[in-house]
């Protein structure tokens, strides 16, 4: 969208799992290491995608304007974000990903891969002016500023320390 500027904020929302990410890697994984993931760890991974109506519905109306929306499916982040920039990117930091058993997976993973294959705990994504800020962060469960738009190409995603 033209509207996005340098300086806007990405503000991301908590995903509920691996959404719709990376499951032919799941399944390999799964396949090769079965013996490592019980019963319950597997079925807490397939819970069903977010869909952020309540995020979405906070935006309507009378509440924060946002320039853009991106549902972080497969691609991750980094290709999600990267359509939605034309000569601009940004440097995301987000939070690790408190979900055990997602995280035994993840170890089977090349740390790089992973944040373009999983949402890696954000699943959506909108982008606002700065004086939105706060009104953003409470439209949904775990908003929280994850970085600015700059200039220059490229997604760059760290967890935080």
């Keep these: 969208p033209e509207t996005i500027q340098e300086g806007d904020l990405l503000i991301g929302y908590a ?8 499951w032919s890697l799941c399944r390999r994984i ?12 597997i ?21 924060p304007r946002a320039k853009a929306f991106a549902h972080i499916t497969g691609g991750g982040l980094p290709e999600n974000l990267e359509r939605l920039f034309r000569g601009m990117g940004a440097d995301l930091i987000i939070p690790f990903w408190e979900n055990e058993p997602v995280q035994k997976l993840l170890a089977h993973t090349d740390p790089q891969d992973r944040f373009n294959a999983f949402n890696m705990g954000i699943g959506w994504v909108a982008i606002v002016d700065p004086e939105n800020v ?3 962060c ?11 738009v700059r200039s220059g190409d490229g997604v ?5 320390p």
């Design 15 to 22: 995903s509920d799992g691996f959404h719709a990410n990376g």
């Design 30 to 41: 799964l396949a090769e290491h079965s013996s490592e993931f019980s019963d319950e760890e």
């Design 43 to 63: 079925k807490a991974m397939l819970a069903p995608t977010r869909l952020y109506h309540d995020v979405t519905n906070a935006f309507k109306g009378a509440g």
């Design 134 to 136: 706060d009104e953003a």
């Design 138 to 148: 409470s439209a949904g469960p775990g908003g929280r500023v994850l970085g600015k």
């Design 156 to 160: 760059t995603v760290n967890v935080q």
